[in-house]
């Protein structure tokens, strides 16, 4: 059974740094891409960026670009995104998917980490 | 970017009902297009990709429709489960934009 099980909210302060993780199983981690995918209170889906473990090839969208890092560790099947200086507009549900190719659509998704940062 | 409009923004519907939700892009995007339904508290879950192909375990009245800009996403007969918000995202070109939303809502 293909699984992505996210990690635990987070609580944090504007400046902290912050990495969740995403961790695949059921399915070969380094042959799908995994894609990162935000949802503010009250707002739509935002398309952050997708990243193919196989090679570590990553796309971000120009929105996120210099504001989070995507990445991945094939040895533990965890995707991973990193911020390091949180601002209170981070303050959103993130989740990952896995997708067949770099035309991403997301066929399984996580539970999603719930990330609030406030002072 | 393409930009994605979704139509209606909102839409009350009974239960039984043929529903129909548009999807336009701003541009050109063959099919690659895929749709998502939301529900509170729950992760998106995938519907139609490449414009009209069903999902696996998606129930077959889900269909979705359309080619270049202009898409559908059509439920034949609403049951209550399917009171939830619904997603376009196309796949064309990075970044791969989402649509707003359409709530769809028991009348």
């Known amino acids: 059974e293909v699984q992505l099980v996210q990690s635990g909210a987070e609580v944090k302060k504007p400046g902290e740094s912050l990495k969740i993780s995403c961790r695949g199983s059921?399915?070969?981690?380094?042959?799908?891409?995994i894609g990162w995918v935000r949802q503010m209170p009250g707002k739509g889906l935002e398309w952050m960026g997708i990243?193919?473990?196989?090679?570590?090839?990553?796309r971000y969208s120009p929105s996120f670009q210099g504001q989070v890092t995507i990445s991945a560790d094939k040895s533990t099947s965890t995707a991973y995104l990193q911020w390091s200086s949180l601002k209170a507009s981070d303050t959103a549900m993130y989740y990952c998917a896995r997708g067949a190719s770099s035309s991403w659509y997301g066929d399984y998704w996580g539970q999603g980490t719930l990330v609030s940062v406030s002072s | 970017d393409i930009q994605m409009t979704q139509s209606p923004s909102s839409l009350s519907a009974s239960v039984g009902d043929r529903v129909t939700i548009t999807c336009r892009a701003s541009?050109?995007?063959?099919?690659?297009l895929s749709w998502y339904q939301r529900k509170p508290g729950k992760a998106p879950k995938l519907l139609i990709y490449?414009?009209?192909s069903l999902q696996s375990g998606v129930p077959s009245r889900f269909s979705g429709g359309g080619s270049g800009t202009d898409f559908t996403l059509t439920i034949s007969s609403l049951q209550p489960e399917d009171f939830a918000t619904y997603y376009c995202q196309q796949s064309y070109s990075t970044p791969n934009t989402f649509g707003q939303g359409t709530k769809l809502e028991i009348k």
């Open positions: 990243i193919y473990p196989g090679d570590s090839d990553t």
């Open positions: 541009r050109y995007i063959s099919s690659y």
């Open positions: 059921g399915y070969s981690f380094t042959s799908y891409w």
């Open positions: 490449a414009a009209s």
